[in-house]
T-cell receptor
């Protein structure tokens, strides 16, 4: 597609439930990133995929968070046993370095 | 990433050029200057980037000083939809942990 597509755009979940967030990057972009942004805060790096290399997971805040990228394209971010502090906008971006990042519109996650 | 300094806010009249400055005096030779913006409640949007030469695309122009210590983003004919926070970043393309500073809130007035 023309841009980075994320789904769902909004997700309200009960504390303790698992959620899956999906990202479709721009075709041909080798790099894919997940960030999150809490209300009024800056970007927080979560995970980075580059081609067939092992992903950099150093930004994942806990072992409840995991992500995979299948076939070098679509990525899924999974949060298990959600907590209220997980509430944020989860942003996916892709790029073909040194080009800039193209961000999706994000998934607004609310844990109640 | 290089430390950047931007004014916290600017105003611009609709239809006029918006010139947004950025100081990055500690930028290293392999760091690009990237500009992004974020409109309220939306994801960040890439605008333009450059290394040494001035750059222009359909959205904006980027003027980088010869010593690379500062740059200016130019929106040639600002519209109300250009109201956003604009972020200047000095960034190596191999460094994927993007960090935004406080940026400049540009308000385009009718």
């Amino acid at each position: 597609g023309a841009g980075v597509s994320q789904s769902p755009s909004n997700k309200v979940t009960e504390k303790g439930k698992d959620v899956e967030l999906r990202c479709d990057p721009i075709s041909g972009h080798t790099a894919l990133y997940w960030y999150r942004q809490s209300l009024g805060q800056g970007l927080e790096f979560l995970i980075y995929f580059q081609g067939n290399s092992a992903p950099d997971k150093s930004g994942l805040p806990s072992d409840r968070f995991s992500a995979e990228r299948t076939g070098g394209s679509v990525s899924t971010l999974t949060i298990q046993r959600t907590q209220q502090e997980d509430s944020a906008v989860y942003l996916c971006a892709s790029s073909s370095p040194p080009g800039g990042y193209t961000f999706g519109s994000g998934t607004r996650l609310t844990v109640v | 990433d290089a430390k950047t300094t931007q004014p916290p806010s600017m105003d611009c009249a609709e239809g006029r050029a918006a010139n947004l400055p950025c100081n990055h005096s500690t930028i290293s030779g392999n760091e690009y200057v990237y500009w992004y913006r974020q409109i309220h409640s939306q994801g960040p949007q890439y605008i333009i980037h450059g290394l040494k030469n001035n750059e222009t695309n359909e959205m904006a122009s980027l003027i980088i000083t010869e010593d690379r210590k500062s740059s200016t983003l130019i929106l040639p004919h600002a519209t109300l939809r250009d109201t956003a926070v604009y972020y200047c970043i000095g960034h190596r393309s191999s460094n994927y942990k993007l960090t935004f500073g406080k940026g400049t809130l540009l308000t385009v007035n009718p």
